[in-house]
């Protein structure tokens, strides 16, 4: 048995057959070819898999792909600007040498672009805690905390000067 989800994804709306125990993170990956979202544990708790859904930042492999239909998906693929300019938070993480092997890279990203949104000018605890359901094995999380740190003060200082 199949059924038909649709949901829009990197501003793009698709509609894919798929069988109704698929979960968002093989809907993406093996359905739409949008492999930056990584599976890591297949029990939600590395955080290697995390997209926005609707804004929120979710774990793609504890939602079925049918919870999403009808929703906003945005996965790593879709945080860069379309001329490859990339996202103040991925800016952040390279210039701050916040990855190594670059697995845990994705949702990281994800989950820390959500914390922004929520809380614009976190302390180094609130990145902390906000990051705590992603695992990373390589770096220690001091560059990355840097590179979340980082990103909040330029993007308040680019949202102060558009005030202006």
Avoid at 15 to 22: C, F, V
Avoid at 37 to 50: E, F, L, R
Avoid at 93 to 114: K, N, Y
């Amino acid at each position: 048995m199949s059924i038909t989800v649709s949901m829009t994804v990197n501003g793009k709306a698709v509609s894919k057959e798929i069988e109704p125990r698929t979960l968002l993170v093989q809907f993406l990956r093996e359905n739409l070819g949008l492999t930056g979202t990584h599976v890591g544990c297949d029990t939600s708790q590395c955080g290697a898999c995390v997209v926005h859904v609707d804004g929120r930042s979710m774990k793609a492999c504890t939602m079925l792909a049918t919870m999403a239909e009808g929703s906003e998906v945005t996965t790593i693929e879709g945080l860069a600007a379309p001329d490859g300019t990339l996202h103040p938070m991925q800016q952040a993480f390279r210039e701050h040498h916040g990855l190594q092997c670059g697995f845990c890279t994705p949702g990281m990203v994800m989950s820390a672009v959500d914390l922004l949104k929520n809380i614009p000018d976190p302390s180094e605890k609130e990145v902390r805690d906000w990051l705590e359901g992603n695992i990373c094995r390589c770096t220690g999380y001091h560059n990355i905390v840097k590179a979340v740190l980082d990103c909040a003060e330029k993007t308040r200082g680019q949202t102060a000067a558009a005030a202006e």
